[in-house]
Nanobody, 116 residues
Framework: QVQLVESGGGLVQPGGSLRVSCSAS????????MSWYRQAPGKERELVAR????????TYADSVKGRFTISRDNVKKMVYLQMNSLKAEDTAVYYC?????????WGQGTQVTVSS
């Protein structure tokens, strides 16, 4: 079955960097676009970044452009989100997402907290 497992979250100071990772299994990873979403307390889940199946095209939320970079490794079946110049408002649970065979698949999420 499809599984998405995030890792790499944690506590980081403002201005710092963090990379979160998502390990995928149970589907042909190289055939699907992958995305990162986040949800802060009391807020709706929002799209952070998306990467096409071969990695040739990426899109970002305006709030993270120039600071975050999404990438993927189709051999390792991994997708990454490199987050630089982190701000307090980036604090959220970060989720890996894929739309496969007409269904939404989510990972369990990884907490990222930006605080001094």
């Amino acid at each position: 079955q499809v599984q998405l497992v995030e890792s790499g979250g944690g506590l980081v100071q403002p201005g710092g960097s963090l990379r979160v990772s998502c390990s995928a299994s149970g589907f042909t990873f190289s055939g699907y676009a992958m995305s990162w979403y986040r949800q802060a307390p009391g807020k709706e889940r929002e799209l952070v970044a998306r990467i096409t199946n071969a990695g040739g095209s990426t899109t970002y939320a305006d709030s993270v452009k120039g600071r975050f970079t999404i990438s993927r490794d189709n051999v390792k079946k991994m997708v990454y989100l490199q987050m630089n110049s982190l701000k307090a408002e980036d604090t959220a649970v970060y989720y890996c997402y894929a739309y496969i065979f007409g269904r939404d698949y989510w990972g369990q999420g990884t907490q990222v907290t930006v605080s001094s």
